[in-house]
């Protein structure tokens, strides 16, 4: 079975400043990886995912994250952050087989300091 | 293509009711999923399907109940709402799992259901 946490529930930065957004995930195989992003009020959207190439992945809006195994880390970072990100990231994990769940995490809210 | 299609948006409904909502998706999608959405808890998993015919629990299944009779469609149905499924319903659609560009394909969401259980 598979599982991810969010180690923090809210995150404060200034704008301008980097973005760290933690995730942490258990699977027996290996996992697909995904960050979606949701703005208030609005429905998800993908902003990258990890499915076993390039450790490292570049997503939309300038936001990358990079696999590791051995920390069983899937971490979200953003060089400088804009007032647009301010929203909730969800990471997700899905399992090796075709009957896989999908499961989320708790989520984490991004706030942006002026 | 429509993607995946979602309804209603809104609903209100009295202790009790039972009620449907529907989803549907024009992908020939494989995998189909229902999630609900409670603030700080992110989007847990109520059951999902990998094909017609084919179901399975997520995380929080009781009080619900799903069918998928074809691959287009996979409504959730509520047989006797409570207070506690007060929540915004997703529906979700994806390709199965399988070996190459399959690999861990994205997940395509509806608009979302919110539900008011009075």
């Known amino acids: 079975a598979q599982s991810v946490t969010q180690l923090d529930s809210h995150v404060s930065v200034s704008e301008g400043t980097p973005v760290l957004l933690r995730c942490n995930y258990s699977?027996?195989?290996?996992?697909?990886l995904f960050w979606y992003v949701q703005h208030p009020n609005k429905g998800l959207q993908l902003l990258l995912k990890?499915?076993?190439?390039?450790?490292l992945v570049k997503g939309i809006n300038g936001f990358e994250a990079e696999f590791k195994k051995s920390e069983t880390s899937f971490h979200l970072t953003k060089p400088s952050a804009h007032m647009s990100d301010a929203a909730e990231y969800f990471c997700?994990?899905?399992?090796?087989?075709?009957?896989?769940?999908?499961?989320f995490g708790s989520g984490t809210r991004l706030s942006i300091r002026p | 293509n429509a993607g995946v299609t979602q309804t209603p948006k809104f609903q209100v409904l009295k202790t009790g009711q039972s009620m449907t909502l529907q989803c549907a998706q024009d992908m020939n999608h494989e995998y189909m999923s229902w999630y609900r959405q409670d603030p700080g808890m992110g989007l847990r998993l109520i059951h999902y399907?990998?094909?017609?015919?084919?179901?399975d629990q997520g995380e929080v299944p009781n009080g619900y109940n799903v069918s998928r009779s074809t691959t287009e469609d996979f409504p959730l149905r509520l047989l006797s709402a409570a207070p506690s499924q007060t929540s915004v319903y997703f529906c979700?659609?994806?390709?199965?799992?399988?070996?190459?560009?399959?690999?861990?394909?994205?997940?395509?969401f509806g608009p979302g259901t919110r539900l008011t259980v009075l």
């Open positions: 399907s990998v094909g017609a015919g084919i179901t």
């Open positions: 979700a659609s994806s390709h199965k799992l399988g070996q190459g560009l399959m690999k861990g394909d994205t997940q395509y």
């Open positions: 990890y499915t076993s190439a390039a450790t």
């Open positions: 997700v994990v899905r399992g090796y087989s075709s009957a896989s769940k999908i499961i």
């Open positions: 699977s027996s195989y290996s996992p697909s």
